[in-house]
């Protein structure tokens, strides 16, 4: 089977017929969408094992229901997001921090744009790897939301319309935590960092 050739309407029809190679597929294209929300909504590293086992638990038995309104990754996108809503409600840990959002005015295409990087790549390699690492570790405290907004925005290169569908907020209310995430990104790196560190 090749998985190159097959849409995803071809997937469901073969993994609803019990072909396991085909959900075997599904499972493969869409593990680090999965894998980006669950780890960055969840804290304990055994329940993220166990939550994306659930996530796909449900996606197999609600497959049938799929619609095709949206890219069957975004689909099963919801379904571990809203696993992880589920889990974090039960828990009581706050998703976001509830402050007021200001209007963002500009966009950027990077975190290291709109935190402020230096030209030379090739140079200053080493000291971009290192404030790759300090990033992540200060993207790991901020609420789940909005580090899962962030992780989906930057690194899995969601666009603003998937992320809503997603996590089934408007888009301009993705806007505006996208927006509030980089703020408080940046000023915890600001406050807990000297400058030539970043």
């Known amino acids: 089977m090749n998985p190159k050739k097959l849409t995803d309407k071809d997937l469901i029809v073969k993994a609803l017929n019990g072909d396991s190679k085909a959900f075997k597929i599904i499972i493969s294209s869409s593990q680090r969408l999965v894998w980006q929300i669950v780890y960055k909504m969840i804290p304990n590293q055994e329940d993220r094992e166990d939550l994306t086992q659930e996530v796909y638990l449900k996606v197999y038995n609600k497959l049938a229901t799929f619609r095709h309104n949206s890219k069957l990754s975004t689909w099963i996108g919801a379904i571990a997001y809203n696993s992880c809503l589920n889990y974090l409600d039960k828990k009581k840990i706050k998703v976001y921090d509830g402050l007021k959002h200001e209007k963002d005015k500009t966009y950027t295409n990077s975190i290291e744009e709109k ?51 997603i996590t089934k907020l408007p888009e301009g209310t993705v806007k505006s935590y996208l927006y509030r995430a980089r703020k408080i990104l940046k000023n915890n790196l600001l406050r807990n960092y000297k400058k030539e560190d970043l």
Do not use: M, V, W
């Open 115 to 165: 935190l402020g990087s230096d030209g030379n790549r090739t140079e200053h390699y080493i000291e971009k790897k290192e404030r790759s690492i300090i990033l992540q570790e200060e993207i790991k405290k901020l609420p789940p939301l909005y580090s899962t907004i962030i992780g989906l925005y930057y690194q899995q290169e969601s666009t603003i319309k998937e992320i809503a569908e």
